[in-house]
């Protein structure tokens, strides 16, 4: 048995309360507190940090909620307000432009430049991206017009009211158009000093950002005043507003093209894309006229009109058989380069748009008449008295003479107007059946119509039917008084002469180049025979005595080694200002060589005041200048044949 002892239970009984040790207590005895965690006598002092979880929650539900904002307006940007604001991103960021389509030249028969056109550009603007909101100050439209201004040699002023329209939202004006390469260069070098200035210095503002440029053509006419009256001229807009510019319009303007693209601070944005739809060239369109015979014609008759200190005058030009205008010259005449100075009286084409009374020339139509009808031959006695009383008015001819005894072409040589009553009074048993066989004549040879060339503010003259006619008329008109042309009608009668009877309708393009460089020949000109062959010839053998014979009224017009056909005219002229008659209107045509026609000259002096007024010691000359010229550049060699020399007078 062991003498241990079992160990003895302690029996719980009541808590003692622990006493906490004493704060700060000293001396003998004084005992630190024990237990764990305790700190120990020189370790440092713990912070006891409060838990990260409420801070987190607080943050994540900020960001939640900035988040789910940018949400809501990335939806709304581009979900439900998508197309407005894509709308507004288009129209400020991208620029529609026109591209202007190069206009078609006017070249002569060979090929020789009359109107071409150069490289130019207009001015443009956006004026919304010069208002105040844009450009954060309050004068940019004042700024940019006071440095476009000299470039340009614009009125400042109106630059600043096109800048600054009453319409707001205005997004495309027009600063100053056709301007030439040099000038867009300036504004363009400008603009993009100013734009380099602005990202450095943002005290500068670029008020060139809005000024753009769309490339056009001037055009420009490298002749000056040769055949501006054909040609006419293109306004401010690049349109034609004359002559063939503007008849022919549709077909020289071609298509315009469209670009759009972006663009920041006035500068394209290469990267951004752009879409173009390209223009179509205008047609070249090719005329029948002649430079050098022009230069010509216009030279001479420019000469004449100053020394005759006449109103104007007009040469026609025309090839007999195909019809072909080879010049039509005006006198004065205007720079379709530069209309500023121009006299509005000198615009336009006289020599189509003129209506005047055609005089002696219009004989050969009476006599055209008589001999188809076969009224009369060349040779037919005709007895001419120094008066002849018709109607309500006693008739003479241009100078007092006695009784004449003169042949069919003997009257046609002489001019005589008495003469000429009394052939056409032939052409029917009363007056009045006369006046119809004789009106029929003058229409069948294109008298009151148009003449074919379908040209801008061409008359046709005036023409009224025969039971219109006054008492006088029935006798006046038969010598060209009474009846009204233009300049081509009455070069078309000689030419339907020349040709054989035969007339061709006149004709000023000879055909039109496309873009595609392929030339398309003008529609053949209409064909009709007026007289017959036989009376066409009797006629043309009839106006050699006017130039040849001594008798006659046009030995002026003589061309050593060419058999020339021509006839005088001296009208009195119906002023267009006052509608009575004052002046005379001078003429001379013809055609050569006589017994071979290859071209006809026509020549009409207006109101002559200083000099002769007669038509053969005016026109006569410049008929020979211009023909022989023409014969000469055309190479056609005379014929070599002797003249008819049909009889003038007869004894009585």
């Avoid at 042309?485 to 009877?501: D, F, L």
């Avoid at 000099?611 to 060699?637: A, D, H, R």
């Amino acid at each position: 048995m062991s003498d241990r002892q079992p160990p003895r239970r302690r029996v719980p009984g009541p808590a003692r309360p622990v006493r906490p040790a004493a704060r700060g207590r000293t001396g003998p005895g004084a005992r630190p507190a024990r237990g764990p965690g305790g700190p120990r006598p020189g370790a440092p002092k713990t912070i006891r940090l409060g838990s990260p979880r409420p801070r987190l929650r607080l943050v994540g539900v900020g960001l939640t909620l900035v988040m789910l904002a940018f949400v809501v307006r990335l939806v709304q940007v581009q979900a439900v307000d998508a197309s407005t604001y894509a709308g507004k991103a288009e129209r400020n960021r991208y620029v529609g432009q026109v591209l202007a389509a190069e206009r078609g030249e006017i070249t002569d028969r060979d090929g020789v430049a009359l109107a071409t056109s150069e490289d130019a550009y207009d001015i443009t603007a956006d004026p919304t991206m010069f208002a105040p909101d844009e450009l954060k100050i309050d004068d940019g439209p004042e700024q940019a017009a006071a440095l476009l201004a000299p470039i340009l040699g614009a009125d400042q002023e109106d630059l600043v009211r096109k800048l600054r329209p009453d319409n707001p939202s205005l997004r495309y004006v027009k600063l100053a158009g056709r301007q030439t390469p040099q000038v867009w260069r300036q504004i363009k070098d400008l603009r993009s000093a100013l734009a380099t200035k602005s990202e450095t210095d943002r005290s500068t503002v670029n008020v060139l950002a809005g000024v753009f440029s769309v490339p056009t053509s001037k055009r420009v006419y490298p002749n000056n005043e040769l055949a501006a009256g054909i040609l006419g001229w293109v306004n401010a807009e690049g349109k034609g507003s004359g002559g063939v510019e503007l008849q022919l319009e549709e077909r020289l303007a071609g298509e315009e093209g469209k670009i759009r693209y972006a663009q920041s601070g006035g500068r394209l944005v290469p990267t951004a894309g752009s879409t173009e739809t390209p223009a179509v060239p205008g047609d070249d369109i090719e005329l029948t006229i002649d430079r050098d015979i022009q230069w010509a014609a216009q030279n001479a008759i420019s000469k004449q009109v100053e020394e005759s200190a006449a109103d104007r005058g007009y040469v026609i030009v025309q090839d007999t058989r195909s019809g072909e205008v080879l010049a039509m010259a005006n006198a004065p005449g205007f720079d379709p380069n530069d209309l500023s100075d121009a006299d509005p009286r000198t615009l336009g084409n006289a020599a189509l748009q003129d209506a005047f009374e055609p005089g002696s020339t219009a004989k050969v139509l009476s006599m055209a008449a008589v001999l188809e009808e076969n009224a009369a031959t060349p040779g037919t006695h005709v007895v001419v008295p120094n008066r002849l009383h018709r109607g309500d008015r006693l008739f003479k001819d241009d100078i007092d003479h006695p009784t004449w005894y003169l042949t069919l072409n003997g009257v046609l040589a002489k001019s005589s107007n008495i003469g000429t009553i009394l052939a056409t009074g032939q052409l029917g048993k009363t007056q009045s059946q006369a006046n119809k066989v004789l009106y029929d004549y003058l229409r069948k040879f294109g008298l009151g119509s148009h003449t074919g060339l379908r040209f801008p503010g061409e008359t046709k003259g005036i023409l009224a039917p025969p039971d219109q006619w006054s008492t006088s008329q029935q006798y006046t008109i038969p010598f060209g008084q009474g009846v009204s042309v233009n300049a081509m009608q009455a070069a078309s009668v000689y030419s339907t002469i020349a040709n054989g009877g035969v007339r061709v309708e006149p004709t000023l393009v000879r055909g039109s180049k496309g873009p595609d460089g392929r030339f398309t020949p003008a529609p053949k000109p209409e064909r009709t025979r007026v007289v017959s062959e036989k009376t066409a010839k009797t006629l043309a053998q009839m106006l050699e005595s006017v130039v040849d014979d001594e008798e006659g009224t046009g030995t002026k017009a003589r061309i050593p080694g060419y058999r020339v056909a021509g006839k005088t005219g001296t009208a009195n002229r119906v002023d267009p200002a006052t509608g009575k008659y004052h002046g005379y209107t001078s003429s001379f045509a013809g055609f050569a060589p006589a017994d071979k026609p290859r071209i006809t000259v026509y020549c009409v002096i207006q109101n002559a005041t200083q000099g002769s007024y007669f038509g053969g010691q005016i026109c006569g000359p410049v008929f020979k200048q211009v023909m022989e010229f023409s014969l000469k550049t055309l190479q056609v060699p005379p014929t070599g044949a002797a003249p008819a020399a049909l009889p003038v007078t007869f004894e009585p």
